[in-house]
């Protein structure tokens, strides 16, 4: 069978979310089954590293898919005329983009819907596209993979799509993510934290991820309590906006909160295993893979009582109300001050974490495919 990818979003040393998830899955699925030929379909220059197997064929597509106009482009004609040249016999899209004008077999991976929540959080272009194509996306679809069981039942409710339609399929963790000896966890602090213990925040800088509240809330906890814990933050300022900015520059502790910006696997997963928790209070997500990665770098985890984090989560993590500034800051001070709760919470991330594997993943997206041989 002819398979054909779309790959946009493997993009060597920017690799996200949506990124990672198509590059572990895809790397096994490529490799596990060399009877099946597979068309990845880039709209940039790609990286040797992302063809995986010799049964991968790597295809450039004009024009680069980066804004509202463009996507209409390179997926209603690009996307289109390759489809049709290579003769692919099933579609797989991980990012939840589809050509409407193609009628071979799809399947398409919609993480979730965070737009449909927080639309005041997009440029108006991108909102406008997203809320027009993406219903029809999933209507087109023969199938839909999605990562949690609440985007499940989000995409149901939302787009009137039957569940027995969709495929539940979670996220796993880099294979670097483990945890690190004393050693190199006082190498860390002295390197990034001047020797003090820190809470760590690892996600793109944008308002869904709810920085504002969690800076003042880490000031609350700084002004109420004795600790000289400190806040790190892993991301790139991309979607930072006034909102951040203000909460922010308000900030009586603000030179306690230090800025990495983006890092790679093996270094971030130093920092994380480091940290005192992973202080992760976003209001939306549709998985939420540090959560998953704290687990496996065993690190205490403060996560949001909404969406999907609940279901990740388990019992293995200090639930709190994303909108509460006095409980996100109790929850800091929690874990700052009770060592036997985080140890506690360390020892059942262990055993939560056996739930969310690439392996895993890459098996269940597989069986998808395999719903539509």
Known sequence: MRI?????LLIKDRLE???WFTFETLKRICIQHPEHEFIFFFDRPYSNEFVFAPNVTAVVLNPPARHPVLWYIYFEWSVYRALKKYRADLFLSTDGWLSLRSKVKTINVIHDLNFEHFPQFLKFSHRLYLNYFFRRFAQRADRIVTVSEYSKKDISDLYHIPLEKIDVVYNGAHELYAAVDSGVKENIRK???GGHPYFIFIGSLNPRKNLANL???FDLFRKSHKSATKLLIVGQKQWWN??????????EFKDEVIFTGR???GKLNELLSSALALAYVSLFEGFGIPIVEAFYAETAVITADTTSMPEVAGDAALLVDPSSVTG???????IDTDETLRLSLI???KIRRTAFSWDLSAEKLWKAVEKLM
């Open 242 to 251: 006034a909102e951040i900015a203000k909460a922010y520059d308000a900030m």
């Open 4 to 8: 054909a990818v779309n790959t946009r």
């Open 328 to 334: 996100i800051a109790n929850a800091l001070y929690t």
């Open 347 to 349: 020892e059942k991330g």
């Open 191 to 193: 390197e990034y934290s």
């Open 17 to 19: 979310g949506i990124g």
């Open 215 to 217: 800076f003042i809330a």
């Open 263 to 265: 890092l790679e696997p």
